[in-house]
Every structure is written in C-alpha cells, then in structure tokens.
C-alpha cells in the first residue's frame, strides 16, 4: 500500500500511523510537509519531501479572507511538489492530510483516483461553541462575518475528501450534518504506558524546592496560555488557592504566544495581563512558570499532580486533559462539552463552572483535603483513558483500519459522527 501523509508540521498526528504503516515492508510511506518542520520522525522507510514555506496574505487582503489566501498559497506549494511527483509516476493509494491549513485543497486534481481521508480538528461557529461562549471577549457582526468567513478552507476541503476522522464526538458535532455520515470518530491516542502513576516521582522545582507525591503540587497546562484554554480563570484563582494553601506549589506550562483567540490587550501576551491584574496578591516564589518543557519532563509533571486543572472554552479537547488522566491525575476540569465528553463529575473526576474562581478554588481544596486525595476517582480517570483512548490497543488499531478500509475502496465501518 502506497500511503503519503501531508501535514504542515509533519508528523504531527500522524507521529504513530505513518510510523506503524512504514514498519510494514509491504508498505510504501512518503510525507509531504514544510522544509522548516521535516526531520523529527526520523524513521528509516517514511521518505519526507519538503516545500518551501509560502508567503502570507498580502496587506491589502481583506481580513476575512486572509484565512483562505493563506490557504490557497499553501495548497498551491503542496501542490507544485504533488505534480512534480506525479510526472514521475507516483500516485498513492491514500492520501492522509491535515487540511486546516489549505494543503489538501488541490491533491483531488492531482491525483482524482487516490482516496483521501482528511484529519477534521474544529468547524467554526457564530453560537453554541467557542466563539460566543466568555462574555469577557463578545464579539460582534465583524467577528461574526469573519467566522463564516473562516471556515472557507474547512468546506473546501470537506468536499475535497472521502473521508475524514476527528479525534472526539464533540469535535465531530461542530461539523455541517451533511458531512458528519462519512467523519469518523477516533481518538489520536495515549501512550498509557507511558503516561501513568509513579507513586515515587520527585521533581526539583526551578527554585531548587524537591517535591514528591506527599505534596500540595496544582498543575495547569496550555499550549499556550490564553483565555481560550481558561487563563485568565486560572489566574483570578491563584490568589485564592495560595492563601488557603500555605505550602502549595503551582506549576503552568505553556508559552506566550497568542493562541486561538485575540492577542492581549494592553500587554506583550496574556501572562503580563494577568499577572498585572492578580501578582500582588500571589506569592510568586510557589508559582512556576515552566514556559514549553520537554516531554519526558511534562510527563513526569503530570504524575507528580496533586490537582490538574484544565479549563477550555467549547473547543478542541487539549491532549493534555487525557494524558493528565492517564498519569493517575485528579482533573478538576470546566463544565464544558469538550471535557464532559470524558469526565463523569464525582466518577474519574471533578466539573466546575469555567468562569467561577471560587469554585475551583473550593474544589482543589476538596481534592487536597481528602485523606488519600481521592485515589479512587483517579484510578478511574486512567481506566477511562486505558480503556477507551490507549494509544496501541485502541486508537492506533482503528486508523490503521481505516486507512486500510478507505484503501481498499470500501466504506469504513468505524464509528461514525
């Protein structure tokens, strides 16, 4: 089977599959993805060819579709390396792509026998979902325009597959409903052996404090940290947990940039804005800001946790939340679709209502005041993952499935949206 994947960012989410294809002999894996980013995978029989990164949209575009000339440049690139390999007689079985960024928009043309399963993250929305959801951020009808706007590339390239696949149910509800009958739903997928309890961790913290398991250790983390992922809640928190907690350690990993949503206003990122509002009434020394960290160390992270907490608009579910759980963590997780989804209140974890600091203050207590921290409702967090997202038993199986399936020209049989 001849297979190429394309992503931007290769591999990506395709990290595992296009890995587990190629140790295959019988099968032939090729990658297309931006020269800058090629290189990590770094596996003897997936050959990465690169394109040249393309411009960004002019400045007179107009921004509500700024989004798809970025797209179009995109696709055009992708597609200049396509042709050049179809001159040469290569035409893929499949084709596994990551559309969002407009990379998928051409492939059809190129090759109109190859089968296309296209990885599906999010379709945007004007209500119900992330956009219309912190009444801190309204919006307004320029915001509303560009949304519907935005989701040109996402519509382009719906048509443009066979097939597509989305990581959860909920992400799979975002789509147009005539779409949804040929989406699948699966996860990417936990190393949960990896990812799990070691009652025995300790980590020297970056003030050269060592903690262990036995201490009040509260974890928050975003990609980036932005009001997107509950940011701003998280830090109107602080001050709360801290005073109630006179020997509580707060570890936040995630970077400054902008993220999902709006750049801070009045301040360089959403750090500086919020450590304004909130840093005189924090005891700074017993909160780290960790930045991007090394995933061997996020890992170790995790099972050090006490309390994750993990807040998100309606939105793309983090990874983070399900490798929290795998790690035997204690999420206290917002009440919100993406995370309910997952966790059941009082069974493999705790809700609370995204916008109340008091009650997440309330609950990381609870959590931090009970006898052995509610090791129950963390050994069902990790039997949630196990059993249902583990990465080799679960996941990685039913992509490879469906890749074969969509391969074969048959329809996939996968639990569809």
Not at 42 to 68: D, F, M
Not at 93 to 107: K, Q, R, T
Not at 167 to 174: C, E, G, K
Request: aromatic share 10%; proline share 7%; charged share 25%.
């Amino acid at each position: 089977m001849k297979v190429l994947f394309v992503h931007q960012n290769f591999p990506g989410q395709y990290k595992h599959i296009a890995a587990a294809l190629a140790d295959d002999p019988r099968n032939k894996v090729l990658a297309i993805g931006e020269k800058p980013n090629l290189g990590r995978l770094r596996h003897p029989r997936v050959t990465e060819i690169g394109y040249e990164t393309p411009r960004g949209s002019a400045p007179a575009t107009h921004h509500y579709v700024r989004n798809l000339e970025n797209g179009v440049r995109r696709g055009q690139a992708v597609t200049r390396v396509a042709i050049e390999l179809q001159r040469k007689g290569y035409t893929p079985d499949i084709i596994c792509c990551h559309p969002a960024w407009g990379e998928g928009l051409y492939l059809g043309d190129i090759w109109p026998k190859s089968k296309r399963l296209y990885y599906f993250e999010f379709y945007y929305r004007t209500d119900g979902f992330d956009s219309s959801f912190d009444p801190e951020f309204p919006g307004n009808f320029d915001d509303t325009f560009r949304i519907h706007t935005k989701n040109a590339v996402n519509l382009f390239s719906l048509n443009a597959a066979d097939w597509g696949v989305t990581p959860t149910r909920w992400q799979a509800s975002s789509m147009p409903p005539e779409y949804r009958p040929r989406i699948s739903v699966v996860h990417d997928g936990i190393d949960t052996d990896l990812v799990k309890p070691k009652p025995d961790i300790t980590v020297t913290l970056p003030n050269g404090l060592r903690v262990s398991k036995s201490d009040e250790v509260i974890t928050f983390v975003n990609r980036h940290l932005e009001p997107y992922r509950g940011f701003h809640t998280f830090m109107r928190t602080l001050p709360l947990i801290l005073n109630r907690r006179k020997n509580a350690q707060v570890l936040i990993v995630g970077d400054d940039e902008p993220g999902y949503g709006a750049p801070a206003k009045d301040a360089k990122n959403h750090r500086e804005k919020y450590l304004k509002e909130v840093g005189d009434k924090l005891d700074l020394s017993r909160v780290h800001f960790l930045g991007r960290i090394p995933y061997d160390s996020f890992v170790k992270m995790l099972q050090l946790s006490a309390v994750h907490v993990y807040l998100t608009y309606p939105f793309v579910l983090s990874w983070s939340m399900l490798e929290a759980m795998s790690a035997g963590g204690l999420v206290v997780g917002s009440r919100t679709p993406p995370v309910e989804e997952l966790i059941t209140h009082g069974h493999n974890g705790l809700l609370v209502d995204f916008f109340k600091p008091r009650e997440i203050a309330d609950m990381v207590d609870r959590v931090l005041n009970h006898p052995n921290r509610m090791q129950e409702m963390r050994d069902e967090a990790r039997k949630t993952i196990v059993d249902n997202y583990d990465l080799k038993t679960i996941c990685l199986p039913k992509h490879l499935q469906l890749i074969k399936t969509l391969a074969a020209g048959k329809r996939p049989q996968v639990e569809a949206a």
